[in-house]
């Protein structure tokens, strides 16, 4: 079978993008990067959009998704699940975001936003886990697909704050404390608040 | 239940690939296509032997869809075009598939692929088309060899069909449980099955 860029395109960027939200989440948390959550989250979107109208270019039939598409043995059906999971958190963290008077967010609303995000990369990495693919066949690949969004996600929301001008505590934040938190499940030190 | 199935006397096979030519006839597959192909598996060095020739043994193996029980390709596929037929048979169902071709991906032996034209996948249909109005599938009744037997799993090999009215246990050479191989199985327990005597099955262990 030859490369199906589509596909890799898809898990990249569906990574990317959940990596950034998330990264976005666990600021948000700590009631930082305030200046940036509304850009990094439409930069999350448009990845999202981008990485789902990537894999319709791969569908050969995408009008026919509609004829029954729902079997959930299927890692396509899963995906599908824990992506529309993933843009209802989304859109919900949008209003929330849009209707605070100094762009915060719930905690809670952070927490969801972090989890929906892993179980994301994670359901898409599983859906090329099979016995015939023993090269893939390794749960390896869903903490590589993980390691992509851990990338990419904090990467790109440095580069945002720093364009925003956001930085300073805020890099100290991504930096040190976003990861700390994000095994400790949450700190709010002074030093991780923008 | 009923496990319609195909058995292949490699003994028997000479390799003349009338089953794959006459797949391609009576099932119109494109061009560069496959529904069931004949690999040469050989010459390989016959076990204590001097590893040099004539000490080679080498024999002809049918790929096609084993029509497996546990068939990873229905178990992945998002829409339920492919499935399981109560007659035992894997199929596409042609108008459902969206083509995303992760069946194609999750069938160990690659006999898969996507119709270029109709952007849909497809592969061996055991001859549906054939075997539901009580003929042999065409790959069979075409083999010159008398190598290839169509038959239900679920009754028995003995009583698999060829050409010319015969029944496997008549006609073959005898055999025992031992000589009877399966693809390798990766979880899906291929259906079909391949009897060969004395060579060395390279297809790993059973
Ligand atoms: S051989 Fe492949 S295509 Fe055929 S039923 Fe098994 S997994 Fe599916
Ligand atoms: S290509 Fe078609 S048959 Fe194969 S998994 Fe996708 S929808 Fe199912
Ligand atoms: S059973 Fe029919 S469709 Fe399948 S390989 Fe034989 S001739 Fe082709």
Same mark, same amino acid.
């Given at each position: ?16 993008s ?5 990264s ?10 305030r ?7 439409i930069?999350a979107?448009v ?8 894999v ?9 998704i ?11 059906t899963?995906?599908?699940? $824990?992506?529309?999971?993933? $843009?209802?958190?989304a ?39 099979m ?15 993980l ?12 580069v ?8 300073? $505590? ?16 949450g ?8 | 239940?009923t496990?319609?199935?195909?058995? =292949?006397?490699?003994?028997r !096979?000479?390799?003349?690939l009338? !089953? ?7 099932n ?9 192909? =004949? ?6 060095? *016959? ?23 546990n068939?990873?390709?229905v178990?992945?596929c ?13 199929q596409?169902?042609k ?9 194609a991906?999750?069938?160990p ?13 497809? *592969?061996? =249909?055991? !001859? ?49 449980? =031992?000589?009877?191989?399966?693809l ?23």
């Open positions: 079978m030859e490369l199906q860029w589509p596909l890799i395109i898809f898990t990249t960027l569906v990574a990317w959940a990596g950034l939200f998330a976005q989440c666990v600021l948000a948390f700590q009631g930082g990067a200046k940036t959550q509304m850009t990094s989250w930069v979107a990845l999202l959009v981008v990485g789902g109208i990537a319709f270019l791969h569908l050969e039939h995408w009008e026919r509609f004829n029954g598409f729902g079997h959930l043995t299927s890692g396509i899963q995906e599908l699940i $824990a992506i529309v999971a993933l $843009a209802v958190v859109l919900v963290y949008l209003v929330m975001l849009r209707r605070s008077a100094d762009e915060t967010v719930p905690q809670w609303l952070a927490v969801v936003g972090v989890a929906v995000s892993v179980v994301l990369v994670a359901v898409m990495a599983h859906s090329y886990l016995p015939a693919r023993p090269a893939w066949d390794t749960p390896l690949w869903i903490l590589a697909v390691g992509n969004a851990c990338i990419l996600g904090p990467a790109t929301l440095v945002l704050m720093a364009v925003k001008g956001d930085l300073g $505590a805020g890099a100290a934040a991504v930096t040190t404390a976003a990861p700390r938190a994000a095994v400790a499940g700190s709010t030190k002074p030093a991780a608040r923008a | 239940m496990q319609y199935a195909i058995v =292949t006397d490699l003994d !096979c000479v390799g003349c009338a !089953c794959s030519v006459s797949c391609k006839v009576i119109g597959v494109p061009v560069g296509n496959f529904w069931n192909k =004949t690999l040469r598996v050989g010459p390989n060095p *016959k076990e204590g032997g001097s590893g040099q020739w004539p000490d080679v043994e080498m024999y002809f193996l049918n790929v096609q869809c084993q029509h497996c029980e068939p990873e390709c178990k992945v998002p829409t339920g075009a492919s499935q399981k037929l109560p007659d035992g048979t894997v596409v169902d108008e459902k598939c969206i083509g995303c071709q992760f069946c991906m999750a069938c032996y690659n006999v898969r692929y996507l119709n270029e034209e109709e952007r849909v996948v497809e *592969k061996c =249909t055991l !001859c549906e088309q054939k075997i539901s109005q009580g003929e042999l599938p065409q790959c069979v009744s075409q083999c010159c060899g008398m190598a290839r037997w169509f038959g239900d799993a679920e009754k028995g090999i003995e009583n698999f069909e060829g050409p010319g009215g015969y029944t496997l246990g008549e006609f073959l050479n005898e055999f025992d449980d =031992t000589q009877v191989y399966q390798p199985d990766a979880g899906n327990k291929p259906s079909l099955m391949y009897i060969l005597r004395d060579m060395k099955w390279q297809g790993g262990d059973q």
